[in-house]
Structure formats: structure tokens, C-alpha cells
């Protein structure tokens, strides 16, 4: 009697329950997300993006693309609500996708997913309209049908896998690291599928896509930009301050406006980073009528020059005090202290002219009863994801085995993503080590999960010549 198809009757069922199962589930989530969260947290930088989406007058402080997107959002669901429903779907669907191809039954799919989805630090920042979450979504999305287009499925799953790449890459300027190696992983089920089996040339393909995304994303936004803030200067400036302060040198360059009264000392903060160095405006939100006295930002490209060269003399004549500060910052950003944690959520829509409120209602109150219990504990702190992705990399190395090639590439990206922010970061806040705790949290699902099908390729997917294809 022969045997069924692998696509046949005989895997039809487990498979539809399991689509079914991580689908569920997923709507469980995305549910629960709204029920907590609607219309949607905006923070300060959620209100500026509103405002350049609005206003069509799109600043390079944020990259631009998030702005716009939300721009034709804004028409047909006005404020936050629209994008609360845009990043939510891409996280979940992604996660719905990913999960119910890895795991083995119905039941560990549902589980996995609602494990991703509901752990505190994500769940308490993915109701918040910031582009950390937007990150987190595209690269879950992205990875969900780069692996679909690996197991044999329609080459419109790779082709879908690009656009949410790119958003990924061009909604934070430090996203390339992260990008990388959903982008190499892309680049090697490309190749697989044409018949091509080196991963050296599925790695060079993915290097050089990533290099199109960063290149792809600098178009867009010099065809948006209409307002340079030179955002690079935050950093130099904020580097100035902290080696200022440990030296008892005034290094800031005399060009940088002052308000009256302005104490550095008194300004400098590791714990809150640049937030408290700089105004910060928006017509939207109303300034205090009392605000302390801050750093103006420089306007001229010949000013940002010049404070690249006061930060290389001040680097190089105080490396000490740089590493010092630097070093300082980080234990804040990663939660190495022993105190609270630095700003791990944001819980609230910030006063402004809209009238737009956030009412907590029973589902909220008993999220935030959860997830205040945990807000300084391991969950909240970055190095405990750090040592998780560390471990997942290591388990990985030891019990190497074809089909956890998605959990390699999820832990790679998520430790690139946190590993340059001790030296190019501004601030502590937790929420910019998001795509971190997702990424170790579903790579550390995946290393218990064993794609069905055999052989394998690097990605987990079964290789079928019928399906694989070749260009």
C-alpha cells in the first residue's frame, strides 16, 4: 500500500490544527492587547510622529518612514488606534505564522504563542504607538514568511518577507545590526529554493540585501525629510556632558545655546540619559510652564561638524571618564543596578491640545497589577535576556541539529541588536531592548521545537523538489 504525501491527508489534519491552534490563540492575544490598551499609549515621541504624520513636515530626529505610514493610517482611523491595530497584527499574525509551522502539536503551539505574546516586558510595551514595537513586529512578521517561503510554500511568502524587512530596517536608525540575519536566513532559503546549497553565498546575498535596505531606507527618507535635526548631535552632546562631569570640564562647545541658569551637573542623568539634557517640543503636548533650564539643539551643518571634533578631542584626551560614563548609562540600560528599573513601560496617552485619554478599565487595572508586581525583577532587566540569548547561541552550538536554523537567526539578531547600544544609546529605556526580550524569548521556544519533514536545510524547512524549484 503506498504511502500518503507529505502534503497529503494524512498530515492535512495536524496541520490545520495547528494553524488553527496558533491562529487562535494569536486572536486571544491581539484581543486582550486592545481590550487593555485601546485607543493606544502615546508617549512624547509618539506625539511628535503623530504631529509630522499630520503635518507633513517629516524630521530625521525619528526616521521618517513610521511618520508617513501612519500618515494614510491617519485618514481612515484617526490617532493612535490605527497604529495600535497595524503593529498588533504584524506581531501577532507574525507570531501565529512562525509558531504554528515550528511547533509539533496544537497544543504547544497555542501555548508558544500566548508564552511570546503575554510574557510582562512585551506585553506591557506592544499597547504603546513607538517604533520599538514596530521593529519587533516587522522582524517577527519577516522571519514568520521567510520561513513559510522556506517550507515549499509560494514564492509570493519570500517576496512578502522583503517589505516588512525594510520597514524593520528604516524605523530606527540602529536597525541594520538586527536586520542581518533574518536577511542572510532570507537569502539562504532563496538560494535553496533555486537550487543552490552554500550558505557562504546565502550569507553574501543576505549582506548585500541588508545593504539595499539601509540604501532603500536613506532614499525614502531624504524624498520625505523636511526638517533636519541632525540627530547624531544628541549623542556627541550627551557624551560632552558625562565626560564633563567626570572631568569638572565644561567641554560643551560655546556655539551650543544655553537657557539662563543652566547647571550641567545638575542636568546630566545616566539613569534618564539625554532626556534631560535637551527641550524637547511638540505642538501637541503642552510644555511645563516651569521647565528647567536645557541644551539647545544646533541647527547648521557646520555646528554638527564641529561637534564631531570636540567629541573625538574629548574622547581621545579622556577616554577614561568616556568609558566611565558610557559604562554608567549602560548598567541602567541593561539593568545591572541593584534600584528600579529605568522607565520600563509607559502607561498613559500625555496631556495634549487632541483631548485624546487613556480610561483604564477592569482588563488594564488587572494587567497593570501583574505587571507592576514584576517591573523591577529579572523580566525588566536587559541582562537576563542578554544571558538567555547567550544560552540559547550556546545550547545551539552543542546540540546542533538541522530544522534550528530560525531559533540561530532570531537569538543572532536580537543579541546584534542590544550589543552596539552601550556606545551609541542616549537613554536607559527599557523599551529599547524590546526586540532583545522577543527575540530571546521565541528563539528559546524554538530550541525545543523540531520542524516537521525530513531532510532539513538550515532553516528547518523540508526539502521537496517539487516544491524547492529552481531560477
Known amino acids: 500500500m503506498p504511502s500518503a504525501s507529505p502534503t497529503g491527508p494524512a498530515t492535512a489534519n495536524p496541520v490545520r490544527r495547528r494553524t488553527v491552534a496558533a491562529l487562535g490563540s494569536a486572536a486571544g492575544g491581539f484581543a486582550l492587547l486592545l481590550a487593555c490598551f485601546q485607543p493606544g499609549l502615546m508617549s512624547f515621541d509618539s506625539w511628535q510622529q503623530l504631529e509630522q504624520a499630520r503635518t507633513g513636515q517629516y524630521s530625521d530626529f525619528h526616521p521618517p518612514i513610521m511618520a508617513f505610514i501612519w500618515a494614510g493610517i491617519d485618514r481612515a482611523v484617526p490617532g493612535p488606534f490605527g497604529m495600535l491595530l497595524f503593529h498588533g497584527a504584524m506581531f501577532f499574525g507574525g507570531l501565529a505564522l512562525l509558531l504554528g509551522m515550528?511547533?509539533?502539536?496544537?497544543?504547544?503551539?497555542?501555548?508558544?504563542?500566548?508564552?511570546?505574546?503575554?510574557?510582562?516586558?512585551?506585553?506591557?510595551?506592544?499597547?504603546?504607538?513607538?517604533?520599538?514595537?514596530?521593529?519587533?513586529?516587522?522582524?517577527?512578521?519577516?522571519?514568520?514568511?521567510?520561513?513559510?517561503?522556506?517550507?515549499?510554500?509560494?514564492?509570493?511568502?519570500?517576496?512578502?518577507?522583503?517589505?516588512?524587512?525594510?520597514?524593520?530596517?528604516?524605523?530606527?536608525?540602529?536597525?541594520?545590526?538586527?536586520?542581518?540575519?533574518?536577511?542572510?536566513?532570507?537569502?539562504?532559503?532563496?538560494?535553496?529554493?533555486?537550487?543552490?546549497?552554500?550558505?557562504?553565498?546565502?550569507?553574501?546575498?543576505?549582506?548585500?540585501?541588508?545593504?539595499?535596505?539601509?540604501?532603500?531606507?536613506?532614499?525614502?527618507?531624504?524624498?520625505?525629510?523636511?526638517?533636519?535635526?541632525?540627530?547624531?548631535?544628541?549623542?556627541?552632546?550627551?557624551?560632552?556632558?558625562?565626560?564633563?562631569?567626570?572631568?569638572?570640564?565644561?567641554?560643551?562647545?560655546?556655539?551650543?545655546?544655553?537657557?539662563?541658569?543652566?547647571?550641567?551637573?545638575?542636568?546630566y542623568s545616566p539613569k534618564w540619559g539625554a532626556h534631560t539634557l535637551f527641550h524637547w517640543r511638540c505642538s501637541y503636548v503642552a510644555q511645563p510652564t516651569q521647565a528647567p533650564p536645557r541644551l539647545e539643539a544646533v541647527q547648521a551643518d557646520a555646528d554638527v561638524s564641529r561637534l564631531w571634533i570636540a567629541w573625538f578631542d574629548a574622547v581621545i584626551a579622556q577616554p577614561q571618564a568616556y568609558l566611565a560614563h558610557r559604562w554608567e548609562l549602560t548598567t541602567w540600560l541593561f539593568g545591572l543596578h541593584s534600584g528600579p528599573v529605568a522607565y520600563p513601560f509607559h502607561d498613559d496617552i500625555a496631556a495634549n491640545s487632541l483631548g485624546l485619554r487613556f480610561d483604564p478599565n477592569l482588563a488594564t487595572q488587572a494587567m497593570r497589577s501583574i505587571r507592576d508586581s514584576l517591573r523591577d525583577s529579572v523580566l525588566f532587566r536587559g541582562w537576563f535576556f542578554i544571558s538567555v540569548l547567550l544560552a540559547v547561541l550556546a545550547f545551539l552550538r552543542w546540540r546542533w541539529r538541522p530544522g534550528r536554523g530560525v531559533a540561530l537567526t532570531m537569538a543572532a539578531s536580537g543579541l546584534l541588536y542590544a550589543l552596539p547600544l552601550p556606545l551609541c544609546s542616549v537613554a536607559s529605556d527599557f523599551r529599547l531592548l524590546l526586540w532583545t526580550v522577543v527575540a530571546a524569548a521565541i528563539s528559546l521556544v524554538l530550541c525545543f521545537a523540531e520542524l516537521p519533514g525530513s531532510p532539513k536545510t538550515l532553516d528547518g524547512a523540508p526539502h521537496d523538489a517539487n516544491t524547492g524549484g529552481t531560477c
Request: aromatic letters at 8%; hydrophobic letters at 60%.
Open 102 to 267: 515550528a511547533m509539533r502539536t496544537a497544543w504547544s503551539c497555542a501555548w508558544s504563542v500566548l508564552f511570546v505574546a503575554l510574557m510582562p516586558p512585551v506585553f506591557a510595551n506592544l499597547g504603546t504607538i513607538w517604533k520599538d514595537v514596530g521593529i519587533a513586529a516587522a522582524l517577527v512578521a519577516a522571519g514568520a514568511t521567510t520561513l513559510r517561503g522556506a517550507r515549499g510554500g509560494s514564492w509570493a511568502w519570500l517576496a512578502a518577507a522583503l517589505p516588512f524587512l525594510f520597514y524593520a530596517n528604516a524605523v530606527r536608525h540602529n536597525a541594520a545590526a538586527a536586520v542581518l540575519p533574518l536577511a542572510i536566513l532570507w537569502g539562504t532559503v532563496l538560494l535553496e529554493r533555486c537550487g543552490v546549497r552554500r550558505r557562504l553565498a546565502g550569507a553574501a546575498l543576505g549582506v548585500a540585501l541588508t545593504g539595499m535596505l539601509v540604501g532603500g531606507a536613506a532614499v525614502v527618507d531624504a524624498a520625505l525629510l523636511r526638517v533636519r535635526s541632525h540627530p547624531v548631535q544628541t549623542l556627541l552632546m550627551y557624551d560632552l556632558a558625562g565626560i564633563s562631569v567626570r572631568t569638572g570640564q565644561d567641554l560643551l562647545p560655546p556655539f551650543v545655546a544655553r537657557d539662563q541658569g543652566f547647571d550641567l551637573i545638575e542636568r
